[in-house]
């Protein structure tokens, strides 16, 4: 049964690099059929799509944040990690890392497994 | 700023039923399929259809979806109170080449 788990800081100053790592367990990151995402949830606020990556290292950023945001895939660790600088009050949400079904030939998108989310909060 | 609309809240009384629409445009559910996602209070969102109307295993078919046009709706019948959550459609949006969810539709079980 595939898991997978937010990790990192929950709290971040603001001007800083917000990063977090999501670990696939009980199943492969390379494998071909799926994508990996980053989703965010200000409190009390609906989700945000941050961006995805698929294990060859293709990415798709959401153009609201591209220019702060980095993800990135390690095969041998089985994760792929999340960085977003230049962080404000405004980065305060739960963080969640989710697996994608993506195809643009057949035009279907969902996420159908998600971890369970980590709460990071941008303060001094 | 989601370019997908939804009602912020709809309720009903246990057992009966509740429908609720995701409005967008021919860029995202016009011409890509839609999936659907519940959240419980305090928990992560889960895949509750996907593909406008296939249930994953598990999800019990008191849930439903269909899509016409540039609409989505999910609806839900012999409402429980353990349906009382939030209800976020989403897809893609070829336009924004972005993934988009719904604005989020808040069920109330009376």
């Known amino acids: 049964q595939l898991q997978l788990q937010e990790s990192g800081p929950g709290l971040v100053k603001p001007s800083e690099t917000l990063s977090l790592t999501c670990t696939v367990s009980?199943?492969?990151?390379?494998?071909?059929?799926?994508?990996w995402g980053w989703i965010r949830q200000p409190p009390g606020k609906g989700l945000e799509w941050i961006g995805t990556?698929?294990?060859?290292?293709?990415?798709y950023y959401n153009v609201s944040l591209k220019s702060r945001v980095t993800i990135s895939v390690d095969m041998s660790k089985n994760q792929f990690s999340l960085k977003l600088s230049s962080v404000t009050a405004a980065d305060t949400a739960v963080y969640y890392c989710a697996r994608q079904l993506n195809s643009w030939a057949y035009h279907y998108f969902y996420m159908d497994v998600w971890g369970k989310g980590t709460t990071v909060t941008v303060s001094s | 700023q989601s370019v997908l609309t939804q009602p912020p809240s709809v309720s009903a009384a246990p057992g009966q039923k509740v429908t609720i629409s995701c409005s967008a445009s021919?860029?995202?559910?016009?011409?890509?399929?839609v999936s659907w996602y519940q959240q419980l209070p305090g928990t992560a969102p889960k895949l509750l259809i996907y593909?406008?109307?296939k249930r994953p295993s598990g999800i019990p078919d008191r849930f439903s979806g269909s899509k016409s046009g540039t609409s989505a709706t999910l609806g839900i019948t012999g409402l429980q109170t353990g349906d009382e959550a939030d209800y976020y459609c989403g897809t893609w949006d070829s336009s924004l080449s972005a993934y988009v969810f719904g604005t989020g539709t808040k069920v109330t079980v009376l």
């Open positions: 021919s860029s995202n559910i016009g011409n890509n399929y």
């Open positions: 593909d406008n109307n």
């Open positions: 990556i698929y294990y060859s290292g293709s990415t």
């Open positions: 009980g199943g492969s990151i390379s494998n071909r059929d799926y994508y």
